[in-house]
Every structure is written in C-alpha cells, then in structure tokens.
C-alpha cells in the first residue's frame, strides 16, 4: 500500500446507486484512490446496507482503486472469503463481533488482504492493544454504527490519540482510520490528533460540487498535517 497520507477514503454508502459508477468515476477524476464500503447486516446494527456484489461492482467500476471493505455484520468469519473474492483490499472487523480476533486477522491476511480491527464509541482504545501488532490498520468509529449523516463523537479525538501514542511507543505502523461525521469543520483537527485515514460519507456524496468538496476536504487534511512536520 503506497498512498500519501492523509487518505481522504469516501463511502459509498452515501453514493447515488442509480448512478454509482458515475460517482465513483467523478471521484476518481478528483484524485480519490481509496472507497470505504459499509457492510450492514441488519443484526450487528441497525440498519442493512449491500453485501459482496456490490463490492465487485465497485472493483469492476475502480479497477485500480484500493478497497477498505468495514464489515458492520455478526459471524464476520463466514463472510471474509466472499469479500476477499468481490475484491477487498483491506477488510475491517468489529472488535465486538470476534471473540477470536486473532483469528480472525489472521484468515484475513491468508486470503491475500490487509487486515483492519474496528471500535465503536463505546469501546475502549486500549482494548486493541493485544493484536495492534498484527493489524495494517485500526478504525474508530466516531458516531454509533448504522447511518450516514450522524453528528462526530467528541470523545473520538481522545481514541486517536491514545492509539497514535501507542504506534509511536511500541514503534508500530498500522494506519489509523475514522469514520463517521468526518466534515469541513472537523477534518483538520483529526489529522492533528493523528489520523490517516478519513472516511467521508455525506460530506462528499452529498455536497452540491463533489469535485469541489474532495478538493476542499483534501486541502484542508494536508495543511493539517504540514503543521505537524
């Protein structure tokens, strides 16, 4: 994986799926090299979204685009193959949802993907301490799992930091990686705190200008991190 970070990553979740490929492409067109796919199975949250084909759809769509595939579904095991094969890149499990994570990362990684763990509100940073070794990336969530459009957590900015601590102090390099209520208004401050990859759902599928809103967003991450150099 060879990107400059930080990563601006825009879900698909809140894309026109009556013209996905169209979207997908004018993003593309904008400079974005990485799609987020939220997979909700209407148990481990609230709400179902899409499952492998559409994945494959946006493999076939973004050939050389990197996929960060966030599996928001229980049992995630029985699903990782048929994610892998739709064309994920990365594939993110839920740290509630593995009484194996381990384990599980581990069949992540002999299907050929990078493996990602992921944490809701709710869940304490530290807890991920034991695989943070293993993983190629952390997400936190920074609104609680389900729907697009939900207003940022601010404790999340607390989570980013402890877990860039950790990376720096055991001289780890798994990527760290927010999603959720990821805007204008909060992206600058999320890169100081340490992140490197921003998942933006609303705030780019939404805005009027999707050209315009990638190039801002963006604008704003790297100025952010050169005041960290």
């Not at 920074?142 to 055991?170: D, H």
Request: glycine residues 6%; aromatic residues 6%; contains cysteine.
């Amino acid at each position: 994986m060879n990107f400059d970070l930080p990563v601006l990553a825009p879900s698909i979740l809140a894309a026109n799926f009556s013209k996905l490929g169209e979207e997908l492409q004018t993003c593309s067109d904008a400079g974005i090299r990485w799609f987020h796919c939220d997979i909700m199975d209407g148990h481990f949250v609230p709400n179902i979204s899409y499952g492998p084909m559409i994945v494959e759809t946006v493999r076939e769509c973004q050939p050389e685009a990197f996929l960060d595939v966030h599996l928001m579904i229980e049992n995630p095991d029985q699903y990782l193959e048929d994610f892998a094969d739709a064309g994920a890149d990365l594939i993110s499990v839920h740290y509630e949802t593995c009484p194996h994570l381990h384990r599980t990362i581990q069949q992540i990684k002999k299907m050929g993907c990078m493996a990602g763990a992921v944490i809701n509100p709710a869940t304490s940073a530290e807890l991920l301490r034991p695989v943070l070794p293993d993983l190629d990336l952390t997400l936190i969530m920074s609104v609680n799992p389900g729907f697009g459009g939900q207003a940022f957590i601010e404790s999340s900015y607390r989570k980013v930091q402890q877990l860039a601590q950790i990376r720096q102090e055991e001289q780890l390099s798994f990527l760290i990686e927010v999603d959720g209520g990821v805007g204008i208004k909060n992206i600058g401050k999320l890169v100081q705190s340490g992140v490197d990859v921003l998942v933006a759902g609303s705030s780019v599928f939404k805005a009027d200008n999707i050209p315009a809103r990638i190039a801002e967003l963006q604008s704003k991450a790297l100025t952010s991190s050169n005041k960290l150099v």
